[in-house]
């Protein structure tokens, strides 16, 4: 398989960037919509030819799908650890692929209607195309510490477009909270990487994730630390920053505020790619994950998704700005996905965990980035985020209503959408592995129904809110990707991904389990009907369900009180007890040391400085004086 | 060598002029005296080059010519000086010594 030309996947979005960044002011407003939307079109086509050759026309090699990599070295460190800059097209990189491209392209076509008349509009585009490019590159990584550069790139577009309405206070305090939580996860990630590449002398995924290398076999002639070898810890490390680029329990705290930045952007970033970015690490290092420690690290992945799951779906349930309960349902999915591969094996339909989660990834992120992108329409007609403000809205907006109702039914899993076929596989996987987390799968997706269609039936149905403008349906640029994510939202479903995504790349034939099935089904539709009852026409069912939970109602509603204890504890315990003891030491101690000895030359300097009158009398006199006195010496020494 | 004036005399003479010279080099305030007193320290120094010469190599002439020299080289040095001091005295209408102290700025 030809593999050069890939490299204008990522190639395209930059030079896009670069000529958008730099022409900035020069190019006229519409011009640089239609340059972002073309380059976007031309890398999704790319995209797609090459799944398509990579899937239908590459060779297969005893059956598995081959790994293709064109790399070159970067920098070299020793003989054997060298970073290397590339491209890496395996089963799930191609997958990743398509999604960044599709997704992106309809945000893309999305934005020119969303973001018309706004000052920075060609800022925003060239925003977009930095962050598409860092997200291929981290897609196409060959390494981890390429992978880490992309990584913090994407980290960085995603700050800019948080902090895209930068007058707006809460929107860079939000930006701020986005960068500084993920990167503190990414300081693990990157101590993670450090000690596997100390400890196995390679950052190579394909060296790595080879399960008769060394790097695998020898995890237990490490040194070992409380416990667990080194190895162990390094992915534990490396987890830890997947964790918090996906958003998960305890590192989940920014997703939320993320919601400040534009609607598109929260599509794209925020729900569809680059959150799923920590899912994609855990599946890219999936072989290290799975036979190191014996799976110890893919267990943890399993509980911190599964717990994060259900955290998040039971916060969801009381938001009232509909994007946040979008935000908290991405955590939610997510948590499915890592909790998807923690139960995971390797060969054949042992990996249906592997298959589900990138799976459930790759139709998560159609609709999800199609709730988004109606959840923008709607803030787009009514100028305003929260529930309280809508009601009624399906005679305005017929195609939102629509659009909205097809994804909510696909997050709800209802078959034959999309979101029932990823999440059965899901429920198997986890019902295969342990009962605990297939029953929070279960609740999990009962609530997921709930809350959906709470939001449903809170904006399109409910009370005939009054409004100050008549909403309209959005224009065209904005529903035909609506409408385009609405068709893949019902078609993705049936591909059938098991042949494809495999954790072995074998490929194996998944089959519906019919009694799990309809459990989900059955608990899905429960939830649906709840949210009926409460929501679809006016009443004060759900206010007395509030009251009759009293203080767990409040807490839900208060996210757990998880910013508040994040703030205590940065606030009245690091800065106070740990930072404002060091800052003194600094101020007083180093810099007084500094400041002490200049301060004493400046002083010094200023009583001696009447000496340089600047009279050469005086000098000549000095001068005269001295060779008088050394004289009257000499002649001193001499004569006795 | 010189009947009826011994070296001493002479190089009594030469020390009291070259001191004269540094006592109006250091007191004097305008700027023409103190080139003045310079002259009278670089005559002191003349005046020994010569006397040495004749007393202690009466054959040759190296002191002589080196006295020349000095003479050469200061009247240079008196028409740099006095450039010097012209170009002070159209900034400051003045020769004091004073107004030069602004220079170590």
């Known amino acids: ?640 | 060598m010189i009947p009826g004036i011994s070296i001493t005399e002479i190089l009594t003479l030469s020390t009291i002029l070259f001191f004269i010279g540094i006592y109006g080099f250091i007191t004097r305030t305008n700027l023409i005296s103190i080139l003045i007193s310079v002259e009278l320290i670089l005559n002191a120094s003349v005046i020994n080059f010569v006397m040495i010469n004749k007393y202690l190599y009466p054959d040759i002439l190296q002191g002589v010519l080196y006295a020349l020299f000095i003479i050469a080289v200061a009247a240079a040095e008196t028409a740099l000086a006095v450039a010097i001091i012209f170009n002070l005295y159209k900034q400051t209408s003045s020769v004091e010594v004073k107004e030069t102290e602004t220079m170590k700025f």
């Open chain 1, 1 to 640: 398989m030809q593999t050069a030309y890939l490299l204008l996947i990522p190639l395209i979005p930059l030079l896009v960037f670069l000529v958008l960044g730099i022409f900035n002011k020069r190019i006229k407003p519409a011009v640089s919509g239609y340059i972002g939307v073309a380059g976007l079109a031309a890398a999704t086509m790319l995209s797609c030819f090459a799944a398509f050759q990579y899937f239908f026309v590459a060779d297969k090699v005893n059956g598995a799908y081959q790994t293709f990599i064109q790399k070159t070295a970067w920098m070299q460190f020793t003989d054997t650890l060298q970073v290397d800059m590339g491209i890496f097209i395996d089963p799930i990189s191609v997958m990743m692929l398509v999604v960044v491209s599709t997704i992106s392209l309809m945000v893309h076509i999305y934005s020119r209607g969303y973001m018309k008349g706004d000052a920075g509009y060609t800022k925003f585009f060239a925003f977009l195309s930095l962050f598409t490019f860092s997200m291929y590159g981290l897609v196409l990584a060959t390494n981890l510490f390429q992978i880490y550069i992309f990584w913090e790139l994407v980290g960085v577009s995603s700050f800019l477009l948080i902090g895209y309405y930068y007058t707006k206070t809460s929107a860079v305090a939000a930006a701020k909270k986005a960068f500084i939580v993920t990167r503190f996860a990414d300081f693990g990630f990157l101590v993670g990487i450090l000690i596997i590449g100390y400890y196995t002398g390679t950052f190579d995924f394909e060296a790595l994730n080879n399960p008769a290398g060394s790097a695998i076999q020898n995890w237990a002639f490490t040194s070992t630390f409380m416990g667990l070898s080194a190895i162990t810890w390094a992915l534990i490390l490396i987890f830890m920053g997947g964790a918090g680029k996906s958003a998960m329990f305890p590192l989940h705290i920014w997703l939320p505020d993320a919601m400040e930045g534009p609607t598109p952007v929260s599509a794209l970033i925020h729900a569809a790619t680059m959150v799923v970015a920590g899912v994609y690490l855990v599946a890219r290092l999936f072989p290290m994950f799975l036979f190191v420690d014996d799976g110890f690290v893919l267990q943890v992945v399993a509980y911190v998704g599964a717990f994060s799951s259900l955290f998040a779906a039971v916060i969801a349930l009381t938001q009232t700005d509909i994007k946040r309960v979008l935000a908290f349902s991405t955590m939610s999915q997510i948590g499915y996905m890592m909790m998807a591969l923690g139960v995971s094996g390797f060969d054949g339909h042992e990996g249906v965990g592997y298959m589900a989660s990138m799976f459930h990834l790759f139709t998560h992120a159609m609709f999800k980035a199609l709730l988004f992108l109606g959840a923008g329409a709607v803030i787009h007609a009514v100028h305003s985020n929260y529930l309280q403000d809508m009601g009624g809205l399906r005679k305005y907006m017929p195609v939102t209503n629509f659009t909205f109702l097809v994804a909510a039914l696909a997050i709800a899993g209802v078959p034959p959408l999309a979101g029932f076929w990823s999440k059965d596989e899901i429920l198997v996987a986890a019902y295969e592995n342990s009962p605990l987390l297939y029953g929070i799968g279960v609740v999990v997706a009962g609530l997921t129904a709930f809350y959906m269609f709470r939001l449903y039936f809170g904006i399109f149905w409910g009370k005939n809110t009054r409004y100050a403008h008549t909403p309209h349906e959005a224009p065209l640029s904005m529903t035909i990707p609506l409408v385009l994510l609405a068709f893949f939202t019902s078609v993705v479903g049936f591909i059938p991904f098991s042949r494809f995504v495999t954790a072995d790349k074998m490929g194996f034939e998944a089959h519906l389990n019919y009694p799990l099935a309809a459990i989900a089904v059955a608990v899905g539709a429960a939830g649906i009907l709840l949210a009926w009852l409460f929501y679809k026409t006016e009443n004060d069912l759900s206010d007395r369900f509030a009251h009759a939970f009293g203080s767990l109602y409040l807490w839900t509603s208060h996210k757990f009180y998880f910013d508040e204890l994040y703030l205590f504890i940065t606030r009245n315990i690091i800065f106070r007890y740990i930072s404002a003891p060091i800052a003194f030491f600094d101020k007083k101690f180093v810099d007084g040391t500094m400041e002490g000895i200049g301060n004493k030359t400046v002083l010094l300097s200023r009583k001696i400085m009447s000496v340089q009158s600047g009279k050469v009398q005086d000098y000549a006199f000095g001068f005269i004086g001295g060779v008088v006195l050394l004289a009257a010496v000499f002649i001193y020494l001499w004569t006795f």
